[in-house]
């Protein structure tokens, strides 16, 4: 009986990992609505230069957008190309890191832009395989690259958005069931709506940040309760418009 139980159950979070068109496009719908008046004006959203995407990037990993934004400035106006990025001194890089701490970061940010310059002409490559070669860019920074400088349809999944979709497609129990994060980058890659990359990865993680948050979500105003398998009832409710139990 146990046994039955489980199987129902991962059943049931294979079925909701794989949405129908109908599904992707409500959720596109209400997350790109959202995002259009929502979004956050932030100095990387103002450039598609890879180089500096890429900082923007490196720098945000396990930091809050708030620190980041006056040293994303200090850095680009010390080191503002690739090339001189690559040719400073390591030392003096740490130093223009601080305080964001994680000093691997600027090291391994050093590391990719004397690669890039040595192997591909001082232009980061275009193609995930190669991006991912680079020490320090693993597959959510190449998919940054990717969609937000390069305007490719590439998915990411970070905390924010592993939450957003967790929540919104599975819900709590379901969710808990989940191992790893390879379900959530197929969904993720499964939601991707044709061309609009770019919007759809910065609403999702806005929409993590500011409104889906880890401690205090913001349920009642927002544009996916109907459907949100964790909100309460909507998901019975879904469910039966769609003919399930």
Known sequence: MRDRAHSVTLAAVTRALRPDSASRRRFQRALLGWYARHRRDLPWR?????YHILVSEIMLQQTQVDRVIPKYHEFLTRYPTIESLAAARTADVTRTWY???YNVRPVNLQGIARETLARYDGRLPDDARALRAMRGIGPYTAGAILSFAYRRDAALV???VRRVLGRVFLGPRRLRR???DRAIWRLAETLLPPRKAYD???ALMDF???RCTARAPRCPRCPMRSFCAS????AARDGRRNGHA
């Open 208 to 210: 993590g940040a500011t």
């Open 99 to 101: 305080p964001l701490g």
């Open 178 to 180: 989940l191992r790893g």
């Open 158 to 160: 970070d905390t924010n």
């Open 46 to 50: 103002r450039t598609d230069d890879p």
């Open 231 to 234: 909100y309460p009832g909507a």
């Open 200 to 202: 759809h990865n910065q």
